[in-house]
């Protein structure tokens, strides 16, 4: 992990480490109380491991990573596996990570992929690689282009079902019925309604067609580059040195992980044909998992994600205080080395359009920085996660907002004004105002929970806010024997919830030294 926080460019310090401390949370909505002990549990799990990696030393990146991942693999939480299934009955995911230096990876609307904020952490390390042909390294990969990366990196990729959970599939099928039913009653009304239909015809057929006409692309650039070489060889022998030169670039790019690979990857087309030969998991590569979910040994065969799910089964009716959890989980870590860091992840909105991406992915929306500048003799850095709705944060930059309303410690007032206001203030004025206000035209309901941590030289505040009905969270020093469980529940619909937690760095014992 030493050499992972070397390659970002993160200052080991010599002596005494400083304080250190990671903070998770679960997603904002609804936790019902008869799941609350689950959720705080995979918060709890988060924590520790992450606090193990920094304790051995890793990076705030390292321990960000590790957390999200523990929470991925947990059913409970809409991340990873378990995550609510777009229209066609896909997970699609989304993931970001941003180091002490505001430099971020994502990964959006990304398949196949166990644990995204794998990929995303992969994206943030290249992105600070220059590419041939001084070509800029990217930040944000999605769709097609985002799997094809994880596989070029070595992350393995999972059949579509091995991604979805049983509840996933269960409320998939409901609501997959409601939205029928719902524009049934459109169309009786001569009302019209973007239709579902038009997500599930043939996606099999349609990624056949996609992945053949970016190949055939392919072949014919190929086709032009060397038409071009072999002309300009033969017009004159002195071009000979440049043309080579073009060939090593053109094959460079061929082995650049952007470029589609997905030729080589398994695709719905392959697993469904591996379905109908009785073809076993076994021939997939193996998923990696820090707390792997109970398997549904009934659910072991790879079958394409659209037949699998019985489309003419009845509704299921609504579970007893079944969990409505909106959206991404989170973690803010600060590691030994006084470095901050963040991460997110999401499967995003059940029933959303294929190839959406959500705030998880989006620097600033879902998860921001703010580093520390030199001149600041506090040496003031902020951290913020978001979880609620993804296209009311993304249209309040919400994450970057409150974090930069954080660290000038001003709010905005109801006159339009801004005013020095204290830190929970803030938190309450962000939510209420620049939050609520933007977005209260909206046809849907604005839903936000925030997990915002200041550290400078006094120690590491973690404050947070929601205006959900419920909030999982868990904090956790370096001098902390458990992680601090919290699941803030507000008081009434109106309520913004919010609170917090200081832990104070630690004073240096001076040493007396005698004189002989």
């Not at 990146?61 to 939480?77: G, H, N, P, S």
């Not at 909106?326 to 006084?338: F, W």
Request: hydrophobic share 40%; charged share 20%; net charge neutral.
């Amino acid at each position: 992990m030493a050499d992972t926080a070397a390659g970002l460019g993160l200052k080991h310090r010599h002596g005494k480490s400083e304080l250190c401390a990671i903070f998770v949370h679960a997603g904002a909505g609804f936790h019902s109380t008869a799941n609350e002990h689950v959720h705080l549990e995979a918060c709890h799990s988060a924590s520790q491991l992450a606090m193990a990696v920094l304790k051995s030393g890793g990076s705030a990146v390292d321990a960000v990573e590790i957390a999200v991942k523990v929470l991925e693999d947990r059913e409970i939480t809409n991340a990873g596996y378990g995550s609510n299934l777009s229209m066609d009955g896909v997970v699609e995911c989304d993931a970001l990570v941003v180091d002490h230096m505001g430099r971020s990876g994502g990964v959006g609307a990304i398949v196949q992929v166990k644990n995204p904020v794998m990929a995303a952490r992969q994206v943030l390390e290249r992105s600070t690689h220059p590419l041939s042909l001084r070509r800029v390294p990217p930040n944000l990969l999605v769709g097609q282009g985002a799997t094809d990366f994880a596989f070029e990196v070595g992350i393995p990729l999972a059949p579509h079902d091995a991604l979805v959970s049983p509840a996933a599939r269960d409320r998939w099928i409901r609501w997959r019925a409601d939205l029928q039913e719902a524009e049934q009653r459109l169309r009786q009304k001569g009302l019209d309604s973007p239709s579902i239909a038009s997500a599930c015809t043939n996606p099999l057929q349609r990624d056949i067609e996609i992945n053949r006409a970016r190949e055939s692309h392919t072949r014919s650039l190929k086709r032009s580059a060397s038409t071009s070489r072999q002309s300009s060889m033969s017009s004159q022998a002195a071009a000979d040195s440049r043309a080579l030169a073009q060939a090593r670039a053109i094959h460079e790019a061929s082995m650049n992980p952007l470029i589609n690979s997905s030729q080589v990857l398994p695709t719905q087309q392959s697993l469904a044909e591996a379905s109908e030969s009785s073809l076993t998991d076994s021939s997939f590569p193996p998923l990696p998992s820090l707390t792997p979910s109970p398997v549904n040994k009934a659910d072991r065969t790879p079958s394409s994600p659209v037949s699998r799910l019985n489309l003419d089964a009845a509704p299921i009716g609504p579970a007893p205080q079944q969990d409505n959890i909106t959206d991404t989980v989170g973690a803010i870590a600060v590691d030994s080395y006084g470095n901050i860091a963040c991460a997110a992840s999401s499967g995003g909105i059940g029933m959303k359009h294929r190839g959406r991406v959500g705030p998880a992915a989006l620097v600033g929306v879902g998860a921001a920085v703010i580093p520390i500048n030199p001149n600041d003799s506090g040496k003031n850095c902020i951290a913020a996660v978001t979880s609620g709705t993804g296209e009311h944060m993304a249209t309040t930059l919400a994450s970057a907002l409150c974090a930069d309303r954080l660290y000038t410690q001003q709010k905005r007032t109801d006159r339009g004004t801004f005013e020095h206001a204290g830190d929970d203030d803030i938190m309450r004025a962000f939510i209420e105002r620049d939050f609520m206000g933007a977005v209260k035209n909206s046809t849907s309901t604005g839903a936000i929970g925030i997990l915002t941590v200041r550290k400078n030289k006094s120690g590491i505040w973690l404050y947070y806010a929601h205006n959900t009905d419920s909030f999982a969270m868990a904090s956790m020093g370096s001098e902390d024997l458990e992680p601090h469980l919290t699941m803030s529940r507000r008081g009434a619909p109106s309520v913004i919830a919010n609170g917090g937690r200081f832990i104070r760095r630690r004073r240096e014992k001076k040493v007396k030294t005698s004189q002989s």
